[in-house]
């Protein structure tokens, strides 16, 4: 339809209701687009590929959209628009989105999604990343500079900082290093304060902890009563680090006493993917990437698996436990 128009600038198919979809590769070649319009259409769903190769697009909306229809967007649909600003699917009827779907919109000022109803929900993270380092994460990636301030209990950041910024377009910061605080054995955990204002360009968007904050970066130190070596007090499933990763992540636990251990692996609709089988187990810390349980990002066929939200189960005797993880590619 646009074969050809390599010096078009601006296309706008709105009030077309009666289209339901777009062609793959409808606007392939379109390289000086540099706003597109797709609002109230009917839009049902979009191909990941849609937008492919539009590296001028600043503008993008197909918000309106009739009967709120288009529920869902694929992976990677906003792969490569790294010069767009303004993005809008407002009242479109999508009320999730996968993760890292943001990610690489490093120039993007404006954005609103969800609709009066409903908002879509970006959670923020710390994951740890070896002893005495972290980072802050968040799933869908930053649609502006998410500047957190950091609790740190029983310890310090190095430089001496107080927070730790997110940048636009990415979904994770730089590795930030902590120190215990002198004279005390206590374990270091970092935690997310008070959540930061959404800008008045952004809307649709609530910001969220994850609930298995705080995280602990350091362990017990020489000499507490429950120091590395001896037998834990308790059996814990602990966050799996790096998260997110790609493709592999290694899950860490503590066993009170000697168990079969099993991991499960679900998708975001509950459905199993992997099963490892660990065995009898002794009790003991499982921390370290050469004891903690390793995933490498495989169902149980040995396919990969798609990004997205997933759920690990650990089963140790009569405990159980679940958190969550996310793959990105």
């Known amino acids: 339809m646009f074969d050809g128009l390599s010096a078009l600038t601006k296309i706008s198919l709105s009030k077309n209701r009666k289209i339901t979809s777009l062609p793959e590769g409808i606007f392939t070649g379109l390289s000086s687009l540099s ?34 229809s288009l529920t869902s967007l694929p992976d990677g649909i906003f792969n490569g628009l790294s010069s767009l600003k303004v993005l809008r699917f407002y009242n479109s009827g999508v009320e999730s989105l996968p993760a890292g779907v943001f990610s690489g919109l490093t120039s993007l000022t404006t954005l609103y999604v969800g609709d009066p109803e409903v908002t879509i929900d970006f959670t923020l993270s710390l994951v740890k990343v070896a002893d005495g380092q972290f980072k802050a994460t968040v799933d869908l990636g930053a649609v502006f500079n998410m500047d957190l301030p950091i609790i740190v209990t029983n310890g310090t950041i190095s430089d001496g900082s107080t927070s730790v910024t997110i940048p636009t377009g990415s979904t994770e910061s730089s590795t930030i290093t902590v120190t215990r605080t002198a004279g005390t054995t206590e374990p270091v955990t970092v935690n997310i ?39 834990p007090h308790t059996t814990a499933l602990l966050p799996n680090y790096p998260n997110p990763f790609n493709p592999e992540t290694w899950i860490p636990y503590q066993l009170e006493k000697h168990s079969n251990v099993t991991i499960v692996v679900y998708d975001i609709r509950g459905i199993s993917v992997r099963r490892l089988e660990l065995g009898r187990q002794a009790a003991g810390f499982y921390r370290e990437r050469n004891r903690a349980a390793y995933w490498d990002g495989r169902n149980d066929l040995g396919e990969k698996v798609a990004t997205g939200i997933y759920f690990y189960k650990f089963i140790a005797g009569d405990f159980e436990a679940t958190r969550k993880m996310y793959i990105r590619k």
């Open 35 to 68: 706003t597109l319009v797709l609002s109230n259409m009917g839009l049902t769903s979009l191909d990941e590929e849609v937008f492919s190769g539009l590296s001028s697009l600043s503008v993008l909306s197909f918000s309106d959209v009739n009967n709120f």
């Open 193 to 231: 304060g008070t959540l930061p204002e959404m800008p008045s360009s952004i809307g649709g968007i609530e910001l969220q902890k994850d609930s298995d904050l705080p995280i602990t970066i350091l362990n017990t130190g020489v000499g507490a009563p429950n120091q590395l070596g001896r037998d």
